[in-house]
């Protein structure tokens, strides 16, 4: 189990990031063939990103929120289209055999991603009790207590008000 923070904390990240929420639907589970590639196909991923630097990357963490849903952060919309459209990296290739094995059968699983773009400061978020999670997870953690006990405060702090 992951080690709990006992502390109240907020995620602080320099410059502008990306936020990029992605998951899948088994709509007919008794068609394996169409959704466990998908399904395998992000672990690798994952890992492929994980081995790469960030700085190299861009890509600063992820958090899973059950099966099928992660929350991805980036440090640029750049990074994530570069990441994507790489023939030689894990993505591409496995979203051209999904979208092959899909053609005629889009009913059968379910994909989607929403991609926000966030700018410096201009996000507020605590953690009390948790284990490293989300934007905490990606980035730093500090203590949000005193000038960071509300999330104005805390929104005010990150925007330089």
């Known amino acids: 189990m992951a080690q709990i923070n006992d502390k109240r904390l907020s995620a602080r990240i320099e410059g502008d990031f990306v936020v990029f929420l992605i998951g899948i639907r088994i709509n007919r589970p008794w068609k394996p063939q ?18 790469r630097p960030a700085a190299e990357t861009g890509f600063l963490g992820y958090t899973t929120l059950g099966f099928g849903t992660l929350v991805q952060y980036w440090r640029s919309y750049d990074h994530l289209e570069t990441y994507a459209n790489a023939p030689d990296a894990a993505h591409f290739p496995a ?15 379910g994909i989607w991603h929403e991609t926000y773009l966030v700018r410096a400061g201009e996000y507020e978020t605590v953690y009390s009790g948790m284990p490293d999670f989300g934007l905490g997870k990606a980035a ?20 330089g008000n």
């Open 34 to 51: 169409k959704w466990l590639p998908a399904v395998l196909a992000m672990p690798r991923m994952l890992r492929e990103l994980q081995a």
């Open 95 to 109: 979203w051209k055999a999904f979208n092959k094995r899909a053609r005629n059968s889009r009913a059968d699983v």
């Open 140 to 159: 730093s953690l500090v203590p949000a207590t005193g000038a960071m006990s509300g999330s104005r405060k805390r929104l005010e702090a990150g925007s």
